[in-house]
């Protein structure tokens, strides 16, 4: 049935130029090669709007695959030890509100407070990477009809901005606890607390800056900007097409 609609166009544009011709002709005509090594039937399915002969399913199947693949892989990659911390595109730094209180600190010598306040904070975004893929997973498995099609058609990170602008305020609400945890189990919060009651003794506007809330946002951010560099591997390069649907869909 798949193939009659398109059979079908193409019947009706050759009954329009050759309305003398018998059935057989017109076949003939549609499935004949041209010089391209393409058939009539074939550029019609890629017109402006095609799903090149892919089903909605398919088309959606490959994108939640897609999705999974990228989101597990950044999962796991920065789950590690030094997952944040050794890659400088999204190692957590002291905020830009925190800023003067990094210099003054190590103006005064105590550099090393800050270097573990700095490592802790990496550290938490790292145990707290371990459990996203479920969360991930529950958004990725709502993905419609609609949606698939428009992030097929997108830009090169649509599917990663699909994610984030459908996950990022549960993802926020459901991993700030977890990094809250992660933080206190790596000591975080106590360093944190350090730097700022040392640079407190030393300032007469003392900083107050939400720790928790910070290494959240900055651990979704590394999260997304990883998982749109698992889907610029599916879609440019074969090799990362590491299921039959993913070479299916991304393949066309």
Avoid: C, H
Avoid at 155 to 171: I, N, Q, R, S
């Amino acid at each position: 049935m798949k193939r009659t609609i398109p059979l079908f166009f193409a019947a009706f544009i050759f009954s329009v130029t050759v309305p003398a011709q018998g059935i057989k002709g017109l076949f003939d005509k549609i499935t004949k090669k041209d010089s391209s090594g393409k058939t009539i039937l074939d550029k019609i399915k890629t017109l402006p709007g095609s799903t090149g002969g892919l089903s909605n399913d398919d088309i959606v199947s490959g994108l939640k695959e897609a999705l999974r693949v990228g989101t597990d892989s950044s999962s796991k990659k920065l789950s590690k030890v030094d997952g944040f911390f050794a890659d400088a595109a999204i190692k957590i730094l002291m905020p830009e509100e925190a800023k003067k209180v990094e210099k003054t600190l190590r103006n005064i010598g105590m550099g090393k407070l800050v270097d573990r306040a700095i490592l802790s904070m990496n550290r938490a975004a790292e145990d707290a990477a371990k459990g996203v893929g479920t969360i991930f997973w529950n958004s990725i498995k709502q993905m419609s009809i609609k949606d698939g099609l428009q992030i097929l058609r997108g830009g090169d990170f649509a599917a990663t901005d699909y994610l984030k602008k459908t996950t990022t305020t549960e993802l926020t609400e459901k991993f700030r606890p977890v990094i809250a945890t992660s933080l206190a189990k790596v000591d975080a919060t106590k360093y944190w607390k350090d730097v700022f009651s040392t640079y407190n003794k030393f300032s007469n506007t003392p900083v107050n800056t939400d720790l928790i809330a910070y290494v959240t946002e900055r651990a979704l951010s590394g999260l997304f900007f990883n998982i749109g560099l698992e889907e610029q591997k599916i879609r440019k390069d074969p090799a990362a097409r590491v299921t039959d649907i993913l070479k299916k869909v991304f393949g066309k």
